[in-house]
């Protein structure tokens, strides 16, 4: 079973960094697009970042300059580096995969979420 799992969310101040780590585990063939989204309260979840395999990356116009997306193919792994964080960039982030796995002993295309991290930017 698919699993992907998010670490790095926390408190921080006005201007301050966080990095956010995804993990995918599990039977994976192959990862294609690997990405970040947000939820704020009584918002919907809108994305971030994201980047294929390739390493073409494409930002949300409020997180350029800001924030930068990786990911290591080898190790299933996205990272989600952000700085100069403000206090509207408090949301659950998620991590999300567009990835091959196998389903009923078929490979099978699927869209993958992690559970989410808490990120809450302090003025």
């Known amino acids: 079973q698919v699993q992907l799992v998010e670490s790095g969310g926390g408190l921080v101040q006005y201007g301050g960094s966080l990095r956010l780590s995804c993990a995918a585990s599990?039977?994976?063939?192959?990862?294609?697009?690997m990405g970040w989204y947000r939820q704020a309260p009584g918002k919907e979840r809108e994305l971030v970042a994201s980047i294929i395999r390739g390493g073409s990356t494409n930002y949300a116009d409020s997180v350029k300059g800001r924030f930068t997306i990786s990911r290591d193919n080898a190790k299933n792994t996205v990272l989600l580096k952000m700085n100069s964080l403000k206090p509207e960039d408090t949301a659950v982030y998620y991590c999300?995969?567009?990835?091959?796995?196998?389903?009923?002993?078929?490979?099978?295309?699927?869209?993958?979420w992690g559970q989410g991290t808490q990120v809450t930017v302090s003025s």
């Open positions: 599990g039977i994976i063939l192959n990862i294609n697009d």
């Open positions: 999300n995969a567009n990835l091959l796995t196998v389903q009923s002993s078929r490979p099978t295309w699927g869209d993958y």
